[in-house]
């Protein structure tokens, strides 16, 4: 396993030609799915997700052309998009993680797309925030709990499971699409747990055409990781958010 400390105590050269090697592999993994499923390469952004990383590997990234970068903790994604745009790199941030209320002031800061609004209360919180402190809307996607359970965050589609009203997913997508200073641009999920990953996106997809229809510019699917991006973009999606595949096995967090 790779420690961040031994990896801040490489050369640069090392880290960015180490990097260099695992995004070569990824891209190849990326391009080989869409042909395998008939899609454009180009449907398919991929998210590098650098929680534990330091700032330096994101810079490394970005000069490897990896312009998407997903931060799931706002203790760490706020001061590391400040040191990257010091450095005047521009690159998007992606919020990927449970967001509590209490940050969408810093979030609507730095955040290209939120993939993980799953409450009418969170959703509500961002839009005043958004509204306050941008200057344009802030994209938003849905989390969406493929399996109902209340512990793994995520707004429940009907006949899924009896959620509490803040967490049923029309609602939810109601109160983004109808927040100014939001944007709802589609859905974002995690397999669950025991689920194959095709039963699991194969849901997700479906989920995602029900809300195309009422919503015509949510057309982006976040889903799969550096496991099953394979299959995610098999059903369809358009980002998918890659770590340990690309940036090494992370340390434990304490």
């Known amino acids: 396993m790779t420690s961040m400390s031994q ?4 050369t640069v050269p090392d880290r960015r030609s180490e990097l260099a090697t695992r995004l070569a592999r990824v891209r190849t993994r990326i391009a080989d799915a869409c042909a395998a499923a ?16 330091p ?21 760490e994604a706020a001061p590391k998009a400040a040191e990257v745009a010091a450095a005047a790199e521009d690159v998007r941030w992606h919020f990927v993680g449970q967001l ?22 969170l959703a509500t919180a961002l839009g ?17 709990s493929l399996d109902g359970d ?13 959620p509490p009203p803040d967490r049923e997913l029309a609602a939810v997508a109601e109160t983004v699409a109808g927040t100014p200073a939001l944007r709802l641009r589609g859905v974002m999920a995690v397999a669950p747990l025991h689920w194959a990953a095709e039963r699991a996106f194969e849901r997700l997809a479906a989920v995602a055409s029900a809300l195309r229809d009422r919503y015509p510019t949510a057309d982006l699917i976040s889903a799969g990781m550096s496991a099953d991006l394979e299959q995610a973009v098999a059903f369809g999606a ?4 890659i770590g340990s595949a690309l940036l090494g096995n992370r340390p434990a967090l304490r």
């Open 128 to 144: 005043r925030a958004a509204a306050r402190y941008r200057d344009q809307p802030l994209d938003v996607l849905v989390q969406v």
């Open 7 to 10: 990896t801040s105590s490489r």
């Open 150 to 162: 209340p512990e793994r965050g995520g707004a429940v589609p009907s006949g899924v499971a009896a």
């Open 100 to 121: 509590q209320r209490n940050k969408c002031r810093s979030v609507v800061g730095y955040a290209s797309l939120v993939h993980s609004v799953d409450g009418v209360r």
């Open 238 to 241: 358009t980002h998918v958010r």
């Open 38 to 53: 008939g899609r454009d390469r180009a449907a398919v952004t991929l998210v590098a997700v650098t929680k534990t990383y």
């Open 55 to 75: 700032a330096s590997d994101v810079l490394h990234l970005a000069g490897l052309g990896v312009r998407d970068i997903g931060e799931n903790r706002d203790q």
